[in-house]
């Protein structure tokens, strides 16, 4: 009867073990995987910080500055005539290079047009 019960015990304690051990190596594998998605988080934000210096270094160019002047205000050097185009004429040849691609035939009836008409 004592061995009965000293193998239960002992059967309970192995269980016990047991467990602690699968859910200390499953947490483990949770940190691994964590680990492994904070490591891919940082490289995707130190490439965009790169990204962002190299910008923030090409803004403050002098270049930059000169080029976002005329296109977006509208200012040009001394001596510089400014052509503003009215967007209503912007749209309407863009309008006809759109119709002239809408008529444009395959290749080869193209050809066919040319050669037999």
């Known amino acids: 009867m004592l061995k009965k019960i000293g193998l239960v015990l002992a059967i309970i304690f192995a269980v016990f073990v047991v467990y602690n051990l699968l ?3 499953f947490n483990a594998l949770k ?8 490591a891919d988080s940082l490289f995707k934000l130190e490439t965009k910080n790169k990204e962002l ?3 923030l270094s090409q803004i403050q160019t002098q270049e930059f500055i000169e080029k ?7 200012l040009g050097k001394p001596g510089e005539t400014v ?4 967007d209503e004429k912007i749209k309407e040849i863009l309008q006809a290079s759109d119709s002239a691609k809408k008529a444009r035939l395959p290749n080869p009836l193209g050809w066919w047009r040319v050669f037999f008409r």
């Open 31 to 38: 940190s691994g995987e964590r680990l492994s998605t904070e």
């Open 23 to 25: 859910s200390q190596i």
């Open 68 to 74: 976002e002047a005329r296109n977006k205000l509208g």
């Open 53 to 55: 210096k190299k910008k």
């Open 83 to 86: 052509i503003v185009i009215p």
